[in-house]
């Protein structure tokens, strides 16, 4: 509206300015003919002198009332002749003339042009016009244009309120429905067609935007729900799968911890007696005897190998492996392994050879008596699978990633290509099952597992028929070792029992009379221990507060009343309290051997009973 408004002005402004320039231009022309004519018919009167010509040639001027003034002037500025419409105007009469050219001035042209006669000016004739009918047209061109001007706004309004209602109503409501949907969300809203032109159009493309989108929403919205179902669903599967899982987890465990139980129970009356024999040197073997029993030791021991490989297998798997990584000083692992494998190497006339360290040199960040097995588990396989008067070489070197490697070289027969990727499978011997080197297959298999659990790795590369070069990648510590412990922990030191002066009384709790005389026999081979046997707890207890023992050796797995709930009953009563007490059983679960080294037992031994750590034990405890 406005602008029409304003474009409407302009034009008409512009129109009347021209319309006047062009009027007041096309009168000036006329008036300018007319003063020449007049001029050119007063030169004779001006020669001669004859203003009373003069006059009546400007008395022709009557016949023009726009007219209303007329006067020549003679070259000397006099006037010469004149002519005045009315006796007024004639009273005002310039006596002199204005200068030459038109101007306006008060709603009057003033014109003044010379007269020539020959190229001579010989006068000026003044000519006053009146512009009444050009004020008149101006107020009659201010009238028209207002009522064009006051029409076209009206028009333009009437029209704008009409389009108004077709155009921008439809759009400002379209966009209100924008705005509610954008602000609620809700695309089951839609736009109000109120046309079918463009707008229309639009309305109804906008409505078919929101359909499509509230369809894909709900689609969306289903398939979101039936996701939740579904995940519920699995989730309830995967709860119970999880629990089926724990569940069979738990009674493997218990099965391999009561099947190790019962196979360790025989197993101590083999490997014992076998021992015993070994160590009666006052009835010596005759040679034949000898090699039976070694036979018999060996196949125990292979028998015993196997169940702790198995259950450090089962452990792993079921995540019941606890290991305490802590800082190791290299050289003593080492050492370790040096000494057990040494015997096997020169048997086998296997060279053993290793690159010197320093002590206090090397820690690793790792746990002591599994990095130990791991190491023990290559060297021995190097030993094992190697050639005559072959050798074994141990070596380490220190990686750029903080960790370090040691190494295994042999001069066996190498690992065949085709075999290569199952040496980590358990129980997969790669061909040698049946062989005359004994083995179970898992030793590598676990030694994977344990080094992965200390943030190492495990590989080898293999020459067949040259060798193979086994090695761990382990990382290293900053700190120092807390030695002497790990010494401990580590050694199965040559120590042997001591010899007391005064006698000591030691009590065996153990409901299977088997494991009682084994013991007893031990014992027996120092005068100074006196073995007093106990087939049952409750016996044991009694016993224990009035023989008042020095040490007490208790069964864990007895009918009666369980070697846990014994201990607590000693440590209650005043005078067996300070006794101290070491677990000898077959159960050689981790769980329990940590509960009952945490309720107070000096010590857990397993059996079937290595005599020599058993010895050391019961030293220490007594001592
Ligand atoms: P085991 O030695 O008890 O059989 P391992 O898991 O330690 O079990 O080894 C798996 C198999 O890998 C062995 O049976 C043997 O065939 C092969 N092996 C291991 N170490 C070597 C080696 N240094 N040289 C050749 N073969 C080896």
Not at 186 to 198: P, Y
Request: one cysteine or more; hydrophobic letters at 40%; a negative charge.
């Amino acid at each position: 509206m406005l602008i029409t408004g304003l474009s409407l002005i302009l034009a008409c402004t512009a129109f009347v300015i021209y319309e006047l320039a062009s009027f007041k231009s096309t009168l000036t022309r006329e008036m300018v003919s007319l003063a020449n004519i007049i001029g050119a018919n007063s030169t004779a009167p001006l020669e001669f002198n004859d203003s009373e010509a003069g006059n009546e040639t400007l008395k022709g001027l009557e016949a023009d009332n726009r007219i209303l003034k007329a006067v020549i002037y003679t070259n000397d500025n006099k006037i010469f002749s004149s002519y005045a419409r009315t006796n007024k105007l004639n009273q005002e009469i310039p006596h002199r003339h204005p200068p030459e050219g038109d101007s306006v001035q008060e709603g009057f042209l003033n014109l003044v042009q010379p007269i020539f006669l020959d190229k001579r000016k010989i006068g000026v004739i003044y000519l006053q016009v009146d512009l009444k009918e050009m004020t008149a047209r101006i107020w009659k061109y201010g009238a028209i244009l207002t009522s064009v001007l006051f029409l076209s706004i009206l028009v333009a309004y009437l029209m704008s309120s009409r389009l108004e209602q077709w155009v921008s109503q439809p759009i400002l409501n379209l966009i209100e429905t924008v705005d509610r949907v954008s602000i609620t969300k809700d695309f089951s809203l839609r736009a109000k067609k109120e046309s079918d032109d463009e707008i229309g159009f639009l309305v109804e493309r906008f409505n078919d935007m929101l359909i499509q989108i509230e369809e894909k929403n709900s689609a969306l919205q289903t398939a979101h729900d039936e996701l939740e179902d579904r995940v519920e669903e699995r989730t309830i599967e995967f709860r119970q799968a999880k629990e089926e899982a724990q569940k069979s987890n738990h009674a493997k465990s218990e099965f391999l911890a009561n099947m190790s139980h019962e196979l360790r129970t025989p197993m101590n009356s083999i490997l014992g007696f076998s021992q015993l024999l070994q160590m009666d040197s006052a009835n010596p073997l005759k040679d034949y005897q000898q090699k039976n029993l070694n036979s018999i030791a060996s196949a125990g021991s292979h028998l015993l190998e196997l169940i702790n490989e198995v259950l450090d297998l089962s452990r792993i798997e079921s995540g019941n492996m606890g290991i305490s990584i802590e800082a190791v000083d290299l050289l003593l692992i080492v050492d370790n392994v040096l000494s057990i494998t040494q015997p096997m190497a020169s048997k086998n006339d296997i060279t053993l050879k290793y690159e010197e360290i320093p002590a206090n040199s090397i820690f690793l960040e790792v746990d002591a008596l599994r990095f130990k097995q791991v190491v023990l588990n290559l060297v021995s396989n190097a030993i094992k699978y190697n050639k005559p008067n072959g050798s074994v070489f141990i070596s380490y070197k220190q990686l750029g990633t903080g960790k370090l490697q040691l190494g295994v070289q042999d001069t066996g027969n190498g690992i065949p290509k085709d075999k290569i990727e199952n040496i980590f499978k358990p129980f997969d011997r790669l061909g040698l099952e049946g062989g005359s080197i004994e083995g179970t297959g898992i030793g590598l298999t676990i030694s994977k597992k344990l080094i992965e659990m200390m943030n190492g790795t495990i590989g080898f590369t293999s020459n067949p028929g040259e060798g193979s070069f086994f090695f761990i990648e382990v990382p290293i510590s900053n700190t120092s070792p807390s030695s002497p412990e790990q010494i401990e922990k580590l050694s199965s030191s040559n120590e042997t029992f001591s010899n007391h002066d005064k006698t000591k009384k030691v009590l065996y709790i153990d409901d299977i009379p088997i494991n009682l005389n084994l013991v007893e026999k031990y014992l027996s081979h120092f005068s100074n221990l006196e073995f007093i046997p106990a087939s049952n707890a409750l016996d044991g207890i009694e016993i224990a507060k009035t023989q008042l023992p020095d040490l007490i050796l208790m069964d864990i797995h007895m009918p009666d009343m369980d070697g846990l709930t014994a201990f607590k009953k000693l440590k209650s009563i005043k005078e067996t309290q300070e006794i101290p007490i070491i677990a000898v059983t077959a159960d050689a679960m981790d769980k329990n051997i940590k509960k009952a080294l945490n309720m107070g037992f000096k010590d857990y031994i397993t059996k079937p009973i290595d005599l020599k750590n058993f010895l050391i034990s019961i030293n220490k405890a007594i001592n």
